[in-house]
Protein backbone atom coordinates (compact mmCIF):
# COMPACT_ATOMS: atom_id res chain seq x y z
CA UNK A 1 0.00 0.00 0.00
CA UNK A 2 1.29 3.06 -0.82
CA UNK A 3 1.41 6.46 1.26
CA UNK A 4 -0.02 8.42 -1.79
CA UNK A 5 -3.17 5.78 -1.82
CA UNK A 6 -3.92 5.88 2.00
CA UNK A 7 -4.17 9.61 1.24
CA UNK A 8 -6.51 9.21 -1.14
CA UNK A 9 -8.54 6.76 0.51
CA UNK A 10 -8.69 8.77 3.55
CA UNK A 11 -9.24 11.95 1.56
CA UNK A 12 -12.06 10.61 0.18
CA UNK A 13 -13.51 9.30 3.23
CA UNK A 14 -13.08 12.87 4.98
CA UNK A 15 -15.78 14.53 2.27
CA UNK A 16 -18.14 11.92 4.23
CA UNK A 17 -18.63 14.28 7.44
CA UNK A 18 -22.61 14.59 7.37
CA UNK A 19 -23.03 18.16 6.40
CA UNK A 20 -22.21 17.65 2.53
CA UNK A 21 -20.26 20.91 2.76
CA UNK A 22 -17.96 19.88 -0.24
CA UNK A 23 -18.00 20.84 -3.78
CA UNK A 24 -19.22 18.73 -6.87
CA UNK A 25 -15.79 19.30 -8.36
CA UNK A 26 -14.08 18.72 -5.29
CA UNK A 27 -15.54 15.25 -4.98
CA UNK A 28 -15.05 14.15 -8.27
CA UNK A 29 -11.66 15.13 -8.06
CA UNK A 30 -11.09 13.25 -4.53
CA UNK A 31 -12.79 10.27 -6.75
CA UNK A 32 -10.51 10.17 -9.89
CA UNK A 33 -7.57 10.55 -7.17
CA UNK A 34 -8.93 7.18 -5.99
CA UNK A 35 -10.62 5.50 -8.24
CA UNK A 36 -8.74 3.78 -11.23
CA UNK A 37 -9.94 4.66 -15.14
CA UNK A 38 -10.75 0.98 -15.38
CA UNK A 39 -12.42 0.29 -11.92
CA UNK A 40 -14.67 -2.40 -11.20
CA UNK A 41 -16.78 -3.26 -8.22
CA UNK A 42 -18.04 -6.86 -7.38
CA UNK A 43 -21.04 -6.53 -4.18
CA UNK A 44 -21.22 -9.27 -2.36
CA UNK A 45 -23.51 -11.94 -3.36
CA UNK A 46 -27.44 -12.40 -2.18
CA UNK A 47 -29.07 -14.61 -0.74
CA UNK A 48 -32.10 -15.98 -0.78
CA UNK A 49 -34.58 -18.25 1.01
CA UNK A 50 -36.66 -20.40 -0.90
CA UNK A 51 -39.75 -21.70 0.10
CA UNK A 52 -38.92 -25.22 0.75
CA UNK A 53 -36.49 -23.31 3.26
CA UNK A 54 -33.15 -23.81 1.49
CA UNK A 55 -31.23 -20.84 0.75
CA UNK A 56 -29.63 -19.79 -2.50
CA UNK A 57 -26.85 -17.46 -3.50
CA UNK A 58 -28.04 -14.97 -6.19
CA UNK A 59 -24.64 -13.34 -7.57
CA UNK A 60 -24.74 -9.60 -8.53
CA UNK A 61 -23.63 -7.43 -11.23
CA UNK A 62 -20.85 -5.96 -11.47
CA UNK A 63 -20.11 -2.10 -10.94
CA UNK A 64 -18.48 -0.42 -13.56
CA UNK A 65 -16.97 3.19 -11.96
CA UNK A 66 -19.35 5.32 -13.55
CA UNK A 67 -22.18 3.97 -11.83
CA UNK A 68 -19.77 3.75 -8.19
CA UNK A 69 -19.32 7.17 -8.78
CA UNK A 70 -23.29 7.75 -9.29
CA UNK A 71 -23.60 5.83 -5.99
CA UNK A 72 -21.05 8.04 -3.86
CA UNK A 73 -22.45 11.15 -4.95
CA UNK A 74 -26.29 10.09 -3.55
CA UNK A 75 -24.87 9.31 -0.56
CA UNK A 76 -22.67 12.18 -0.21
CA UNK A 77 -26.27 14.15 -1.18
CA UNK A 78 -27.99 12.09 1.70
CA UNK A 79 -25.60 13.42 4.30
CA UNK A 80 -23.96 10.35 5.24
CA UNK A 81 -20.94 10.04 7.45
CA UNK A 82 -18.12 7.92 7.05
CA UNK A 83 -15.62 6.67 9.54
CA UNK A 84 -12.56 4.66 8.32
CA UNK A 85 -12.60 1.23 10.81
CA UNK A 86 -9.23 0.11 9.41
CA UNK A 87 -7.03 -0.48 6.19
CA UNK A 88 -4.52 -3.13 6.25
CA UNK A 89 -2.09 -4.55 3.74
CA UNK A 90 -2.80 -8.19 3.08
CA UNK A 91 -1.05 -8.71 0.25
CA UNK A 92 1.47 -7.43 -2.39
CA UNK A 93 -1.84 -4.98 -3.70
CA UNK A 94 -4.15 -6.14 -2.12
CA UNK A 95 -6.10 -3.70 0.83
CA UNK A 96 -8.71 -4.99 2.92
CA UNK A 97 -10.58 -1.71 3.77
CA UNK A 98 -13.74 -1.56 6.65
CA UNK A 99 -16.00 1.31 6.73
CA UNK A 100 -18.97 2.71 9.44
CA UNK A 101 -21.41 4.49 7.47
CA UNK A 102 -24.58 6.90 9.12
CA UNK A 103 -27.58 8.35 7.03
CA UNK A 104 -29.81 9.40 9.40
CA UNK A 105 -30.53 6.85 12.13
CA UNK A 106 -29.52 4.04 9.84
CA UNK A 107 -25.96 2.65 10.27
CA UNK A 108 -24.19 -0.20 9.07
CA UNK A 109 -20.45 -1.37 7.97
CA UNK A 110 -18.81 -2.45 4.88
CA UNK A 111 -16.04 -4.23 4.37
CA UNK A 112 -13.87 -4.44 1.11
CA UNK A 113 -11.21 -6.25 -0.24
CA UNK A 114 -9.46 -3.96 -2.91
CA UNK A 115 -6.49 -4.77 -5.80
CA UNK A 116 -4.65 -1.56 -6.42
CA UNK A 117 -2.04 -0.22 -8.95
CA UNK A 118 0.17 2.04 -8.58
CA UNK A 119 -1.53 4.66 -6.14
CA UNK A 120 -5.24 3.87 -7.01
CA UNK A 121 -7.84 0.74 -6.83
CA UNK A 122 -8.91 -0.92 -10.15
CA UNK A 123 -11.02 -3.74 -8.06
CA UNK A 124 -13.20 -4.36 -5.27
CA UNK A 125 -15.21 -7.11 -3.69
CA UNK A 126 -17.43 -6.19 -0.75
CA UNK A 127 -17.25 -9.11 2.09
CA UNK A 128 -20.04 -10.51 3.54
CA UNK A 129 -19.51 -10.66 7.31
CA UNK A 130 -22.94 -11.91 7.76
CA UNK A 131 -23.66 -14.24 10.89
CA UNK A 132 -24.59 -16.95 9.08
CA UNK A 133 -20.96 -17.27 7.15
CA UNK A 134 -19.12 -17.56 10.54
CA UNK A 135 -21.39 -19.67 11.99
CA UNK A 136 -19.60 -23.31 12.54
CA UNK A 137 -22.99 -25.49 12.50
CA UNK A 138 -24.58 -23.27 9.57
CA UNK A 139 -25.24 -25.79 6.74
CA UNK A 140 -22.39 -25.93 4.46
CA UNK A 141 -22.86 -27.19 0.89
CA UNK A 142 -23.10 -25.60 -2.41
CA UNK A 143 -25.94 -23.70 -2.19
CA UNK A 144 -24.00 -21.76 1.51
CA UNK A 145 -20.56 -20.73 0.72
CA UNK A 146 -18.54 -19.71 3.10
CA UNK A 147 -16.71 -16.22 3.36
CA UNK A 148 -13.29 -18.18 1.92
CA UNK A 149 -14.78 -19.65 -1.06
CA UNK A 150 -14.34 -16.34 -3.08
CA UNK A 151 -10.48 -17.13 -2.76
CA UNK A 152 -9.05 -17.65 -6.23
CA UNK A 153 -5.53 -18.55 -7.02
CA UNK A 154 -4.23 -15.13 -9.12
CA UNK A 155 -0.96 -15.97 -11.14
CA UNK A 156 0.80 -12.44 -12.12
CA UNK A 157 3.64 -11.74 -14.05
CA UNK A 158 5.69 -11.14 -11.44
CA UNK A 159 4.40 -12.88 -8.29
CA UNK A 160 1.73 -15.39 -7.44
CA UNK A 161 -0.76 -14.71 -4.38
CA UNK A 162 -4.47 -15.52 -3.00
CA UNK A 163 -6.44 -12.61 -3.38
CA UNK A 164 -10.13 -11.96 -3.18
CA UNK A 165 -10.37 -11.00 -6.18
CA UNK A 166 -11.60 -12.17 -10.02
CA UNK A 167 -8.74 -9.90 -11.38
CA UNK A 168 -7.05 -10.22 -14.71
CA UNK A 169 -3.19 -9.29 -13.84
CA UNK A 170 -2.19 -8.84 -17.73
CA UNK A 171 -4.98 -6.17 -18.05
Known amino acids: MSYQFEIALRQFIA??????????????????NLYHKNYTFYPKDEKVTGEDGFITIKTQVPLTRNEVFESWSNKLASGTKMTLIHIRKIGLDCIDIKVRQVTGQEENTFRVISKTTGQQVIASREIDESPENYNPFFKKGSNNRLPFADIVKTACASTTSLVLLDYECNS
Open 15 to 32: AFDGTNSISQADFQSRFD
